[in-house]
């Protein structure tokens, strides 16, 4: 019974729970206007799209890879689908062709990492260079506004609400949940983590899954820049600048280890929402931009060496 | 005579006691062994004697004064080191480097390193292991059984006064096996303490003059062993009596007539083997002998699909087989047990049902999702047919000693019925009563009618289980002999790279 | 031979660097001018010596993405104690508080990647994160516009006629290969990221050999600051943005690997030298205005290359 | 048009003291910590201090990012602040926020460099691009000896994808051709507000193109790193530099000789005036078809359409840049 106890108790999930209902009664106590649903509603609209890149990142962090270039993913398939709208073709197209490219991105760098047995952290350094590199290039980094009202309203409307980016992200946390937890593919990306020779000997497709998880998470930036371009009714080449670290921090926070094999999806949600909250409350109270910086950094390290510090005495009792 | 003394160690791990109340005297000059089952708790103790666990309670004396415990260091100063059970070496570092870790010699309070003379003295080991390796080699891209003689000679080379050695030979062969006796022998002689684990009890009795079993963290007797039979420290160690299985009845004349399962014609990949010709027919355990390094895991990796080969060809059941991977080999009903079970076998920190269930998760699989009471009662048939040894299927893997992590590298195929098993070193760090039930399954298996490509460095295992078996040496089919007309002899003349060169 | 080329990636590195220089300067010889040759070094100076820490941090199994913001950090508070309108420290006491600086930081790094226990990586873009941060509350959105001459000539001044900065460059290099080759540190270093478990059982003091290389890089950092921020004129808070990218990549591209135990000083020479060349290259190519934006990608490209190349040639061996 | 009256009890979620009627205006920089803004936000607060009846917030992203100056303004519509003055690093991005803004009463202003039209009230504008363009094309000619003169030049700018650049280049690019045919602008680039990276490319250019006589540094970072580079190379009075900085950080080339003239316009009082633009809108002292603007210390103001203009721009030489300290 304590054993059970003390498990759940030194769960991340848990952890980060208590961390925000603790964030969340402080914030009652020094602003509580921050609370309203309306605040809270409106203010969330820009977290949708780093949440939808989180899902798959989650998935590769557990298979011990990482991937840095999903900014860059953005900022090509966002470009794509600006150039072909200038060009004159038709908002769905482009939409299209830019989901493509962004699904094509994710596949170079699975090929390569699955493939060329290159670490993840290189390939993608690199990749994150060229494919940001060709978004500058083809656009000669002029921005492309003036997009269709239909195309607009996808990043402004909401629905039941909640802005459809939402929506989008609600629908590939279900299904990938789903996957994860029912399916064997979740048991073989945990057991890539944990041993890849071993997988790849009990006969477990390793460089298909990892190609399928790079193209995923190619094709999840691609949604995520024109939800974003959607919403900022302009597309151009620093579209997702840095977004790569945000993902990162939120997914880690949310106690999946970067060494692989171990973590959740609830728990990357638990650390995106943690983060959210923070970020928007420090800027909400405070005005000071800078002071965002630190708290995040800070928090980061913080909550991590917490969780360590659960574990290891759950492990020693 | 100086003498190292443990009182009333223990330790445990969570809920497992790993050790109880261990009281244990090492005399200088003396090899001493240690038996038990896997899982008995005996790398436990060697462990905190080496300084890298620290006991729950408990004293450890050289020589009547207390030891602090828990720090390498404070042991290796006073001439006590270990070799440990899974090789432990840098495998980016050459063996100089590997051998100097952390007591390098330098000058000039340690701001300049002697490298000539280390190399000197490095060289000089080696040769006193009977061993020719490169010394710029990374130790990591020589094969297994180098590794382990690279940690070996880490061990040796300090001036140490008591020796531990915790399977040192589990992955060796012969020849490597007798280089090294020599030099414990040797150094007994100089007056050093040797504490000796194996699970090869012909070895034990060879060596020791005083042995020592634990059962269950227990220590359950320490006798001379001049006055212990091998049947009666079995029957201490285990509980009970172990019959040696083998197989009994002479070669099948059926299994030869029947078709072949495997084939190979002409296989070869420089430099690891060339024109390999091999026929394995269902029911039948075809035995692979030769020395460390002779290519005989390449070639099983070749047939499981892992690596390419260069040229030849590999029929299964008559067909061809083209672009050929891991998961084609599984599915045309082929299974491997690799030689190094924790870098290829086992995805450690996952549980012990997730591991053992691993090849065949998406036969759990529903339409609702993956049927976890199937899995379980799957993986609890397995870990009670195989007697492995663990608290609760939901265990992690790391938690088991090294047997029990064995069995689950086997249990994990035994249960898809394949045609053909290739198991590479089986065996390795498996304890007497654990081996024998590996041994009835293999036969099990081969009755059944699997065909079995039987690996193993250990001549005994390969002489009584083999249906006919073949030496490897440098790459080269250097003979064939049927049961019958098979030993040790004949084997070990056939392994040597001489021999290889004149037969046809 | 070619397994010779494999263990000495600068060899491959070297060669392509050698070629590159060819075309570009049989296209514009002005390329191969003196004057040239040395800003390119003087531009590669700091990288390079950032380089030297990191490639350590990486070959003991580590890593270590927070220099750019520990640049910003110095570069902010060196600043603020040596500017005539602030604290007018004398030039040899900032400099030895800006050098103290970088090593605590390092050691706080390290103390928090050894002790703590928490991955590297994590910790370090924590740091990242934060110490950018702090450099903006240390800025307090004013500029330091009025460096002291002294400090100015740790930037821009000469010892018989070769920049200072490549004396410190030299300097570092000498002292790594030094530590690298003839030190037990070093290889210990290089044992711990090979192997951490074989290094605990050897008895080696991981967390002391993670919390120096930490440090080690803290103070190289530091070094660095000194000898480039002062190049320039005005000390602003954007100083090193992005130098933790430029430096991971150009030490990855120098053949160490991110698994640790792995990395050698000419090859990580070689990818400093390769990537500072690229931006140059270009420019030099005179390829017009379009090209100004395809530059990133074709230094991707380059990076890229570099790697496959790589991974072409380790397949040859088998 | 401009928005109708905030009704101010349904829209503000922050409550208040009412009976003092203060007015919270956020003034939103594109990046925090540039002593250009720093120093525009000194002439605000002044203002702020002067009107007593204003709560000044100052506050942008430190990364320069659209994406973050838009949840700024989002922010801060919910807080329900009185008026919002933004100087956006892309229009386009910050357009919706803004109109949102608009919607729940918020005045917008924007500042220092012009949001989409319909997204804001007024433009308090320093400067036209056009004029700011010009200006520093004209400087340029005429340190280089005047419109004789050939000779090569070269821009170095911030980011390749920084809006108000890129508009700025156009109309330098335009004017070159129209007016100073023997001016050859040879390259464009990027320092990535990074002033190490503007001193390198500002050398690799002075190599790769031996005959280049001028650069332009068009941002606060770029100029100075521009400057250093020619001044090391020893190129003093040979190769002439120009663009955009604020005085304090070109003093010493001005001195030095380096440098002839620093284009800008007097960022304090921009600062001020934005304030003062937005209390009278707030209060209503501003009302649509204002043909002039009452700006306190600094006299009547034009506004033309719906842009209230600062002026012209300054150039700071040897002679006027000891006046000046921001
Ligand atoms: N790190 C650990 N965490 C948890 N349990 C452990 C750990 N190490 C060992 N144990 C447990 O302690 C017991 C003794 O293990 P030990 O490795 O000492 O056995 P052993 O006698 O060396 O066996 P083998 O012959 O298989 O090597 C086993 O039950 C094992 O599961
Ligand atoms: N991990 C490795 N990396 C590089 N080379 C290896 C590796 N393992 C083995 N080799 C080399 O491949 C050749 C064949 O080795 P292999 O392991 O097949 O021999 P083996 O007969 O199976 O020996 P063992 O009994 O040790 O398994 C040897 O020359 C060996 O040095
Ligand atoms: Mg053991
Ligand atoms: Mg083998």
Sequence with gaps: MKAIFLRTLSLPETFLSCLIITLFALISQLDPSFLQWEVQRSLSSHIWELAIIAIPMTLIILTAGIDLSVGSIMSLSAITAGMLFQAGSSMPLACGAALLTG????????????????????????????????????????????????????????????????????????????????????????????????????????????????????????????????????????????????????????????????????????????????????????NRDEFILIVLGLLLIVSVVFQKLLRHKQNSS | MPSLTTQNLSKSYGGTHALKNVSLKIHAGDIHALCGENGAGKSTLIKILSGVETPDQGLVQWNGNHLSLGKVHEMESKGIVAVHQEPVVFPDLNIVDNLYAGRELSSGMGTWLNTASMKQRTRDILDSLGEDLPLNQPVGEMALAQRQMVSIARALFNQCRILILDEPTASLTTRESDALFKTVISLKNQG??????????????????????????????????????????????????????????????????NKPVLELKALSRTPAYDDIHLKIHAGEILGMSGLVGAGRSEIARAIFGIDEF???????????????????????????????????????????????????LNAFQGMTGLDRSQMRSMSGQLISKLGIKTGSPDNPASALSGGNQQKIVLGKWIHQNPSLFILD??????DVGAKSEVHRMIIELAKQGSAVLLISSELPEILSLSDRILVIAKGHVSGELAREEANQEKLLKLSLPEEAKQSP | MI????????????????????????????????????????????????????????????????????????????????????????????????????????????????????????????????????????????????????????????????????????????????????????????????????????????????????????????????????????????????TELLVVTCVVVGGTSVNGGVGTLSGVLCGVALMTMISTVLIFLKLGEHATYWSRAIQGLFILGAILADHWISNHKK | SPAPPSDASSTQLVSKDNNKKKITICLIPKKKGLPYFTSCAKGAEEAAMELGNVELIYDGPTDGSPE????????????????????????????????????????????????????????????????????????????????????????VTAYLTAANQNVWIEHMKTHIDQQYPNLNLVAIKPSDEDQKLAFKVTQDLMKAYPDIKGFFGISSVSFPGAAEAVKQAGKTGQVMVTGLATPNSMR???????????????????????????????????????????????????????????????????????????
């Design chain 4, 252 to 326: 010493s080339y001005v001195e030095g000789g380096t440098v002839k003239s620093v284009v800008l316009w007097n960022t304090a009082e921009l600062g001020y005036l934005t304030i003062k633009v937005g209390e009278a809108l707030a209060t209503g002292k501003l009302k649509q078809g204002d043909t002039s603007f009452d700006a306190g210390k600094l006299g009547k103001k034009k506004i033309a359409g719906d842009q209230v203009l600062l002026g012209d721009i300054l150039v700071f030489t040897k002679e006027n840049i000891h006046q000046y300290d921001f």
């Design chain 1, 103 to 286: 699904t094509l991105g994710g596949f170079l760098n699975g090929f390569f990492i699955a493939r060329m047995r290159v670490h993840p952290l290189i390939i993608t350094l690199a990749t994150m260079a060229t494919y940001r590199g060709i978004a500058e290039g083809i656009s000669q980094a002029k921005p492309v506004s003036g997009f269709p009202a239909g195309f607009t309203r996808l990043g402004q409307d909401e629905w039941l609400n909640l802005p459809f980016a939402a929506w989008v992200f609600f629908i590939i946390f279900v299904s990938v949940f789903w996957v994860i937890h029912r399916r064997a593919l979740g048991l073989h990306v945990y057991a890539i983590g944990n041993n890849d020779t071993a997988s790849r000997f009990s006969g477990i497709h390793v460089d298909r899954i990892l190609i399928g998880l790079y193209t995923f998470s190619g094709f999840a930036s691609a949604l995520a820049a024109l939800l974003f371009v959607a919403r900022r009714n302009t597309a151009k080449a620093d579209v997702g600048m840095g977004i790569e670290l945000g993902v990162i921090t939120a997914v880690v926070i949310g106690g999946v280890s970067i060494f692989g094999g171990r973590g959740t999806l609830v728990g990357t949600c638990l650390g995106l929402l943690l983060i959210h909250e923070t970020r928007e409350f420090v800027s909400w109270h405070w």
């Design chain 2, 425 to 430: 070193e089986p065996t390795r760090g498996v």
């Design chain 4, 68 to 155: 973050k100056q838009a949840s700024m303004i989002e922010q801060y519509t919910l807080k329900g602040v009185d008026v919002i003055a933004v100087s956006p690093n892309d229009p386009n991005v910050v357009a919706p926020a803004l109109r949102k803004a608009r919607a729940r009463g918020i005045h917008v202003l924007s500042w220092d460099a012009d949001a989409i039209q319909d997204s804001r009230d007024y433009f308090v504008n320093q400067a036209t691009a056009e004029a700011i363009a010009h200006g520093m094309v004209n400087t340029m000619v005429k340190d280089l000896g005047g419109p004789e003169t050939r000779a090569d030049v070269a821009i």
């Design chain 2, 310 to 360: 260069d040229t030849g060809e590999i029929l299964f059941n008559g067909k061809k087989l083209q672009n050929h991977s891991i998961r084609k080999a599984i599915d045309l009903g082929i299974a491997m047990v690799p030689e190094d079970r924790q870098r290829q076998g086992l995805a450690l920190p996952l549980s012990v049902e997730t591991n053992l269930l691993l090849p065949s």
């Design chain 2, 192 to 257: 050093v303490g040797i504490l000796y684990v194996s699970h090869r009890l012909e070895e034990v009795f060879q060596l020791a003059q005083c042995i020592s079993v634990l059962r269950d963290g227990i220590l359950v007797s320490t006798q001379s062993s001049n006055d212990l039979s091998e049947d009666a420290l079995i029957q201490q160690m285990v509980g009970r009596k172990v019959a040696y299985p083998s197989r009994q009845q002479p070669v099948n004349a059926d299994i030869t007539k």
């Design chain 3, 3 to 242: 397994t010779y080329l494999l263990r000495h990636r600068a060899i491959g590195l070297f060669l392509f660097i050698g070629l590159l220089t060819t075309v570009v300067s049989w296209i514009n010889p002005a390329f191969l001018s003196a004057q040239n040759l040395r800003d390119i070094a003087v531009q590669a100076a700091p990288i390079c010596i950032i380089s030297c820490g990191v490639m350590l941090v990486l070959v003991a199994g580590e890593i270590d993405i927070s220099v750019g913001s520990m640049m910003g950090v110095l570069a902010a508070s060196m600043g603020i104690m040596v500017s005539a309108s602030r604290a007018q420290l004398p030039p040899h006491v900032a400099i030895a508080l800006t050098l103290l600086i970088g090593i605590g930081m390092g050691l706080f790094n390290g103390l928090l990647v050894a002790y703590a226990g928490v991955p590297s990586i994590i910790v370090t873009l924590g740091m990242l994160t934060a110490l950018r941060g702090l450099t903006e509350i240390i800025m307090n959105g004013a500029w330091i516009t009025d460096l002291p001459e002294e400090i100015r000539f740790l930037g821009t001044g000469t010892i018989l006629s070769v920049p200072l900065s490549l004396w410190t460059t030299a300097g570092v290099l000498a002292m790594t290969i030094w530590l690298i080759h003839r030190t037990p540190i070093g290889r210990r270093i290089y044992a711990t990221g090979s192997n951490p478990q074989a290094a605990q059982l050897a008895g080696l003091s991981i967390k002391s050999i993670k919390l120096f290389v930490f440090a080690w890089t803290g103070l190289l950092t530091a070094v660095a600051t000194l000898v480039s921020v002062p190049q320039l004129s005005v000390v602003d808070s954007g100083i090193g943005v992005g």
